[in-house]
Structures are given as structure tokens and as C-alpha cells.
């Protein structure tokens, strides 16, 4: 596990900002305002990226599905790597179309989110659409890791990293979940070395 982990930061460097295919919102621009139902350890709750935003810089990452190959590693390395971004003044909300009742289930997992980040519920996909991400349909009959029939549309693997003053800092997408997750802790850490210098 630590020489995967190992290689995927070598494979990371800080020229490389993946950007998505699609026309995803990306530096400098103004990040929309949401509120959404989310669930962390199992407890749903309101979410505001406004009141996170008051804590510090709000790592905003869309997925496909909960309970899908790709997701649940992103969502294990994001709980594996809270207190990082946390050190980095960060925190971390992720958003699907799932539905709550998924996300009460998957925020729980011990082998994904642990009960560490909050998974927030864009149903609608009007979270996605407003931060210019596609939503497309999965194929009927599409199952998840446990068996179970995936019932909602999806939208791209993106991340985004909002600063305090509601900016989008960079735009992290079209790379692997472990990649995506990396980079998006490498975009906090410099965010948290640039507010020191200042």
C-alpha cells in the first residue's frame, strides 16, 4: 500500500493541474453558493459551503456513485488524509446524486468515508450543473460494489478547491481517484504556505 501511495505522489508534481474534458468551472472563477442535504457517520444533516467557508478553504469533490470502484478509493484516501487537509486549514464535503439514504450508508462505511467527511445529496444535479459539470444517465441494470442497482444519473469525477472569498483555487478532474485526491492535498498544503508567507 505505501509504495502505490508512494508512486502516486511521484506521479504528482505541482506543474500538473489535470483539468476536466468538459467545460468545468475553473481558477479564478466564483464558486456557487449551496446548501444540500449531506451525512456524515451515518447522520444526515444541512450543509452550507458558506458556513465552511467561514473555517477556511472547502475541498469540494463530485463523483460518480457511491459504492462504485473508483469512488470508494477516493472516498477511503479522502478520510485516510482528513487530518492533513485539516492541518492545511481544509475541510471536505463530496457531492453525488445519490440519494441520502446511500449517502447514510456510504458516510458510515469504515472501508470509505469512516464517518470522517461528510457526502452531500445533489439528487437533482442542480449542484453539478451550477459548477458547469455534465450529468449523464447510467445504463439501466448498472450495479454497485454490494450488488445493489445504481438508480441515479452521475456526473464526472471532479474536484474543486474553494478559498474562503468563495473563488474555485483550481480544478482537479480527468485524473485517477488516488491522483485526484493527492493533488487536491498538494493544492491545500501550497493555499496554507502562501497564507504563512503573507
Known sequence: MKSWIAASLLAVT?????????????????????????????KPFNYAIKDALKKGPVVVYFYPSAFTSGCNIQAHLFAQNVEKFAAAGATIVGVSLDSIARLNEFSADPQYCAGKIPVASD?????????????????????????????HARTDRTTFIVTPDGRIAATVGGVTPDVNVLKALE????????????
Not at 125 to 150: H, M, Q
Not at 187 to 198: D, E, F, M, P, T
Open 14 to 42: 505541482s506543474a500538473w493541474i489535470a483539468t476536466p474534458a468538459h467545460a468545468a468551472l475553473k481558477e479564478g472563477d466564483t464558486a456557487p453558493d449551496f446548501r444540500l442535504q449531506a451525512s456524515q457517520a451515518g
Open 123 to 151: 439528487a437533482d444535479g442542480k449542484v453539478a450543473r451550477a459548477f458547469e459539470l455534465p450529468i449523464n444517465e447510467i445504463p439501466a441494470g448498472r450495479k454497485d460494489t454490494r450488488g445493489v442497482e445504481i438508480d
Open 187 to 198: 493544492i491545500v498544503q501550497g493555499l496554507g504556505s502562501k497564507a504563512r508567507k503573507s
